[in-house]
């Protein structure tokens, strides 16, 4: 099928490219991917970054390919194999940033020579601070290193440069290096102490991201030049969609999109772009949607149980001390992040505020300048808004007036946020306004840069129930979605964005997609969990430290162990010494992140010993495990109707299926870099042959289910689920959406819905909340239950899961002839 802007696919794969997974590698997996059901490859940047990047968002080089990829000749090799096997590719690109170090050509010129550099343009520069780029990348004062050594000159090519450690700095040319404090005066740069010079950076930067500098995008030199490759590959055809990298860190991200579609006027676009508190995409821009967080937050949200969450939030409070909102924990980390890891940008914010502020309300002070901008920035419901002239959108206007009620409401009213109103819309007088509409598109990319308060603080701090802390939850703190209001979620998808991406796990979620699954499980459970989560505490509490006479670890630290050991659990034993080592990397980077007992700025070393030294010994604590792990497996085998129901609802609903690297099978990943691990696909493509040797059927998903745990039956669904949409690629792409009534005992225990495009119809019907029902319910649990089918629907049916044949009666289909083998169903009207 094809959109306005390009081919649509069927279904994507996204895989993590490396230098241990090359062009090559992912050549080699296309007839896997294609016989799983996938239509477009999807990968992480392919162009030049960083030597040894895991990821390849530290762009060097967007003009050619990684050479640790296979460069050139592998990308085409791999192209011409999609091209040959009908497959199209998904190119992530990275415009925002690119690396700011010395193996970037680029950066290293502007170093040495300055604003005179040729590239000097393309990097986002106050050059008005002394006219030198400020580097914090010193480990202490720039006296110390050079009394010990630490810096030294060192020659390659033609070329002078000082060398610090595993970094290296370009020097200008003729410089005279028998005194290095003289010739560190000379250059184009300043290297500071890392603590002292994060207030002084003059750089945009990658969120916190030292090493990512933001590129200018918006000017139209820097498009071309960064672009040429993509330019390139599009007239060549040889991809059939790009994902945009960060679109609300650009400058003017719709003046960027409208070129990037000229350039590429045939492609299918998705942007990185976060949905908060039911923000809408903007419809002006060229493109099909976004890479699919809010359908990951919706469909995970819809096997909560609200009832559950408020138990749930009563057990955290009595376990942890703490009672206060999500909507509190976000606006004091967002507080915290603009103070701590953005001094400089707040800082220049708030020299132009007060510059402004010289003709319309003098007399602003640098501290309550400050304060006012804290206080906004932290109350913004949403990223950004998208001012990029003098008008201000009804929209981009409701958002203001939100962030300024809420400064007002937890900070107090002053002048200082007054101001700041007026200028955000650009309320000034026509000589200002120029003024107060470019300090409105810089304030733009710092609101974005705060959800680190949110996605990388408050997601760390509040641990009420971890799987709802995912990149696009609720700003207002988590919720539950009931099955009507996913069904208006759907509708408006179909509607607005039906070509966008239905994501369920990627390489930023804060955990893997099964994990998330078992988790949901405690909202049904929330009493026991909170007695059983007491118990364990009892047992542990001969394991606890006391560091700086302060609990280690911290009662939220602990319920975060617990859940994590419940949801991530691993299925085999063999996996439990890996899983250790796992979870101690992944408890440290959690406190870290939380920046409450340690943070990466300043890392308490004592705390994350005694945390991890906790979280060790419960392992060799037989009695907590005695306790724990039967409540454990029985929450595993609870979840399996919430991983398989998500994985028809990713490939049925409006929208494009993604599927992570490896998810076909269980993902009890943690976030990234567990997540981004090497996957066994040998074993998955066995595993295909083998289920792909004959016709589905009950007994084999009976079979399947009996082994549960080997992942067969996850596999079997998304083959079976993703291969009928691919043969039916219209139906899904054009299709109505059609939201279907249950009745009966254990109606609301069943969602279902039909897409409907002419004569074609396909039905998708799963089970919700099922823990009162028991593992994987099927057959007479249902006896009461049925589906109801609109006027003209088709009378006979096949589930193309199990190749059973069902027939309505009196214009409804028995759920327990529909769930007789396995609670979830996907139904093709048969002929």
């Not at 590129?215 to 945009?244: M, N, P």
Request: aromatic content about 10%.
């Amino acid at each position: 099928m094809t959109s306005e802007n390009g081919p649509v696919p069927s279904a994507t794969y996204r895989l993590q490219c490396s230098s241990v997974f090359t062009f090559d590698h992912a050549r080699e997996l296309l007839p896997y991917l294609q016989q799983l059901g996938v239509s477009d490859l999807y990968t992480s940047p392919l162009f030049a970054a960083r030597p040894g990047s895991p990821h390849g968002y530290d762009v060097i080089d967007p003009t050619r390919f990684n050479p640790e990829l296979g460069g050139a000749e592998g990308f085409a090799a791999l192209a011409t194999e999609l091209k040959r096997r009908g497959m199209g590719l998904l190119l992530d690109i990275v415009p925002n940033h690119m690396l700011a170090g010395s193996e970037n050509a680029w950066w290293a010129d502007v170093l040495e020579h300055g604003r005179d550099s040729p590239w000097a343009a393309f990097f986002d520069i106050d050059w008005s601070a002394g006219g030198k780029i400020v580097l914090p990348v010193l480990g202490r004062k720039l006296s110390e290193v050079l009394a010990a050594g630490e810096l030294r000159v060192e020659a390659d090519g033609d070329r002078s440069w000082l060398r610090y450690h595993d970094r290296r700095f370009p020097l200008r040319s003729g410089t005279e290096t028998s005194s290095l404090r003289e010739a560190l005066s000379r250059q184009h740069y300043v290297l500071t102490y890392w603590r002292e010079g994060m207030a002084q950076l003059n750089y945009r930067r990658f969120f916190d991201v030292n090493d990512l500098a933001g590129v200018r995008q918006e000017d139209g030199r820097v498009f071309d030049a960064t672009h040429s490759l993509v330019r390139q590959l599009a007239g060549e055809r040889s991809f059939s969609g790009l994902r945009i990298d960060a679109v609300d860190a650009l400058h003017d991200p719709a003046a960027y999109l409208e070129r990037l579609a000229a350039i590429a006027p045939d492609a299918y676009l998705l942007v990185e772009k976060i949905l908060a508190g039911g923000e809408a995409l903007p419809e002006s821009w060229p493109v099909e949607g976004t890479t699919g967080y809010e359908f990951l937050i919706a469909v995970n949200s819809l096997f909560v149980d609200q009832d559950g969450l408020e138990v749930l939030k009563d057990a955290y409070t009595q376990f942890t001390g703490r009672s206060r909102s999500f909507a509190a924990v976000v606006f004091d980390a967002k507080r915290h992040v603009a103070r701590e890891l953005y001094p400089a940008e707040l800082a220049r914010l708030a020299r132009d505020l007060r510059a402004l502020a010289e003709q319309l309300a003098p007399g602003l002070g640098e501290d309550d300048a400050k304060d006012a901008l804290v206080a906004v920035a932290a109350g913004f419901p949403v990223y950004r808004t998208y001012v990029a002239g003098f008008t201000v959108s009804k929209r981009d206007r409701s958002i203001v007036e939100r962030a300024i009620g809420a400064a007002r409401e937890r900070t107090g009213a002053s002048a200082a946020i007054d101001l700041l109103e007026r200028v955000l819309l650009l309320d000034v007088p026509d000589a200002q306004r120029q003024a107060a509409l470019d300090f409105v598109m810089r304030w733009q990319q710092f609101t974005g840069s705060l959800v680190a308060g949110l996605e990388d603080t408050a997601f760390y701090r509040y641990n009420v129930l971890v799987s709802m802390n995912e990149v696009g939850a609720n700003p207002d703190g988590p919720r539950a979605m009931s099955v009507a209001a996913f069904h208006e979620f759907n509708g408006r998808r179909c509607t607005h964005t039906p070509y966008a991406l239905n994501a369920t796990a990627t390489h930023d979620t804060k955990r893997g997609e099964d994990v998330r699954a078992r988790l949901d499980v405690l909202s049904e459970l929330a009493g026991e969990w909170a007695e059983r989560q007491q118990g364990w505490s009892v047992l542990a509490s001969g394991l606890r430290s006391l560091v700086q006479g302060e609990r280690a670890p911290t009662p939220n630290d602990e319920t975060l162990i617990y859940q994590t050991l419940v949801g991530a659990w691993p299925l085999d034993d063999n996996d439990l010494p890996e899983f250790r080592e796992r979870l101690r990397a992944y408890l440290i980077k959690a406190a870290r992140e939380a920046k409450e007992r340690t943070s990466w700025l300043g890392p308490d070393q004592d705390y994350e010993r005694a945390l991890t030294g906790f979280a060790d010994a419960l392992f060799a604590a037989q009695p907590f495990l005695d306790a724990l792990l039967p409540f454990q497996q029985r929450i595993a085998e609870l979840s399996v109707v919430n991983s398989l129901a998500q994985v028809v609802l990713k490939i049925a609903s409006p929208g494009v299926p993604d599927i992570y690297q490896g998810t076909e099978f269980w993902d009890l990943s943690l976030v990234d870099p567990d997540n981004r691990r090497s996957v066994d696909f040998e074993t998955r493509a066995r595993v295909l042959d083998q289920l792909t040797q004959s016709e589905p059927s009950a007994a084999l998903v009976r079979e399947l289910l009996e082994s549960w745990q080997d992942g067969r039956i996850k596999l079997h669904v998304t083959h079976r689920a993703l291969s009928f949409r691919r043969t039916s690629a219209a139906l899904f792409a054009e299709g109505d959406y059609v939201a279907l009534d249950v009745t009966g005992e254990h109606a609301d225990n069943v969602l279902a819905f039909a897409r409907r495009d002419g004569d074609s119809w396909v039905i998708a019907a799963v089970a919700r909340l099922t823990a009162h029902l028991g593992p994987l319910p099927v057959g007479e649990t249902w006896d009461s239950t049925r589906m109801q089918l609109p006027p003209g629907a088709p009378s006979a049916w096949r589930n193309v899961l199990t190749n059973e044949t069902l027939s309505t009666t009196s214009g409804a289909l028995p759920v327990a002839e529909m769930f007789s083998c396995l609670p979830i169903a996907l139904l093709a009207a048969s002929a």
